[in-house]
């Protein structure tokens, strides 16, 4: 019988980091097949620029490798990321997986839980936020995909030089969650345990209102998930062990 629900997110699978792409399909072949269902908090890939991004082969068995795990049994949701907050309904399809609105209360076991990506309680980064809200615009998007893909390609390369590079000259507090953002948006969700990524600083935060779990990020075939059981909640690395620094 599944035994619990899982959460990942902050993978950023491209073809650049082939331990960590090799690391998610052992996943999704292994732990992930005993699972009640599998919730992806974004950043699934380094980066989605449309859904026409599945017409390269290394796209495309990513969806495959979801979709096999869909066909299993395993319910699969995906929430958008900032970097692939363009993965529309095709991909949806293609992978047998369901999207997902961002925040989201959801309550297994009978435990109320908020999910979201993160990036929209970074509050103190006021040019994200601004850029955030341009991209996330119905219209640009409709715009953006109807660009060239070779274009959409190379202008999203540009984009990611510059965000490196201006990350860089940020203090570290302003890329982190701002703590009101937080106690709002559990005390509006009515929750006392909050998940979410996108910080890439995993952790178990104690808040005023609760828990604040912030899921791993992946790289070079490490990582890890956040598991969510009739006995408690728990980080685990992939080999199945206690996520450093987050147990009680």
């Known amino acids: 019988m599944p035994d619990s629900v899982l959460l990942i997110s902050d993978l950023h699978l491209s073809p650049a980091d082939p331990a960590t792409v090799a690391a998610f399909g052992r996943f999704l072949a292994g732990r992930a097949r005993h699972a009640q269902a599998l919730y992806i908090l974004g950043d699934l890939f380094e980066v989605w620029i449309g859904d026409d991004q599945l017409d390269e082969p290394?796209?495309?068995?990513?969806?495959?490798?979801?979709?096999?795990?869909?066909?299993?049994?395993?319910?699969?949701?995906?929430?958008?990321?900032?970097?692939?907050?363009?993965?529309?309904?095709?991909?949806?399809?293609?992978?047998?997986?369901?999207?997902?609105?961002?925040?989201?209360?959801?309550?297994?076991?009978?435990?109320?839980?908020?999910?979201?990506?993160?990036?929209?309680?970074?509050?103190?980064?006021?040019?994200?936020?601004?850029?955030?809200?341009?991209?996330?615009?119905?219209?640009?998007?409709?715009?953006?995909?109807?660009?060239?893909?070779?274009?959409?390609?190379?202008?999203?390369?540009?984009?990611?030089?510059?965000?490196?590079?201006?990350?860089?000259?940020?203090?570290?507090?302003?890329?982190?969650?701002?703590?009101?953002?937080?106690?709002?948006?559990?005390?509006?969700?009515?929750?006392?345990?909050?998940?979410?990524?996108?910080t890439h600083r995993p952790a178990r935060h104690a808040e005023a209102a609760g828990t604040r779990w912030v899921l791993p990020d992946w790289h070079d075939g490490s990582g890890g998930y956040l598991r969510v059981a009739e006995d408690g909640v728990s980080m685990l690395t992939l080999d199945d062990r206690p996520f450093p620094g987050t147990t009680a």
């Open 58 to 198: 290394f796209y495309a068995a990513r969806a495959a490798e979801l979709r096999a795990l869909a066909d299993s049994g395993v319910p699969v949701y995906f929430m958008a990321g900032n970097r692939d907050f363009l993965c529309g309904q095709s991909f949806a399809a293609a992978a047998g997986l369901t999207l997902i609105a961002d925040p989201l209360t959801i309550a297994p076991f009978g435990k109320p839980l908020l999910l979201a990506h993160g990036d929209a309680y970074c509050t103190d980064d006021a040019d994200y936020q601004r850029f955030r809200r341009i991209v996330r615009n119905p219209l640009v998007q409709w715009l953006w995909r109807r660009l060239p893909y070779r274009w959409r390609n190379r202008e999203a390369a540009k984009l990611r030089e510059k965000s490196t590079a201006m990350n860089r000259r940020k203090a570290e507090a302003i890329m982190d969650v701002n703590a009101g953002a937080i106690a709002a948006a559990m005390r509006d969700a009515g929750v006392a345990t909050l998940i979410h990524g996108h």
